[in-house]
């Protein structure tokens, strides 16, 4: 899974939207990585307990942000320091947004606010250890 994340980001730096989706207003469009459905002894994971054991389905690729992503309740938009970029990877909460399946590619739509961070690309290796 850390490998096909690593290759989704790559995809992503070279302005790959493959999803037909373009985000509006504070909609942030996710690329999300594929499930493992067995473990490395290959026993399958039942369908209602792969959320849980896998944290990496907390993680995201950003792939496209709507004009008002990211704007607080001042209107004011969020210093460009504190806010995630295309490509960066991010922490979203386990039932944030709705998810959009195409081609067996999965997506995820959220608000900007239901971001809660942004993760750095070497802390995904670690996500693999836990």
């Known amino acids: 899974m850390i490998f096909y994340l690593?290759?989704?980001k790559a995809m992503i730096m070279n302005n790959i939207n493959d999803s037909g989706i373009k985000p509006i207003g504070m909609n942030v469009l996710l690329k999300m990585p594929k499930r493992e459905e067995k473990t490395a002894g290959g026993i399958i994971i039942p369908e209602n307990k792969l959320d849980t054991l896998n944290i990496l389905s907390n993680v995201g690729i950003v792939l496209d942000m709507?004009?008002?992503s990211f704007?607080?309740?001042?209107?004011?938009?969020?210093p460009e320091e504190k806010r995630p970029k295309v490509g960066d990877?991010?922490?979203?909460?386990?039932?944030?947004?709705?998810d959009i399946?195409?081609?067996n590619q999965l997506y995820?739509?959220?608000s900007?606010?239901?971001?809660r961070a942004i993760v750095d690309e070497n802390t995904?290796?670690?996500f693999n250890k836990l």
């Open 66 to 68: 709507g004009y008002d």
């Open 6 to 8: 690593l290759t989704m």
């Open 71 to 78: 704007i607080n309740i001042n209107g004011e938009q969020t």
């Open 112 to 115: 900007s606010d239901e971001i």
């Open 124 to 126: 995904i290796t670690k």
């Open 101 to 103: 399946k195409i081609d």
């Open 89 to 98: 990877y991010v922490y979203i909460n386990t039932h944030a947004g709705r």
């Open 108 to 110: 995820r739509m959220v």
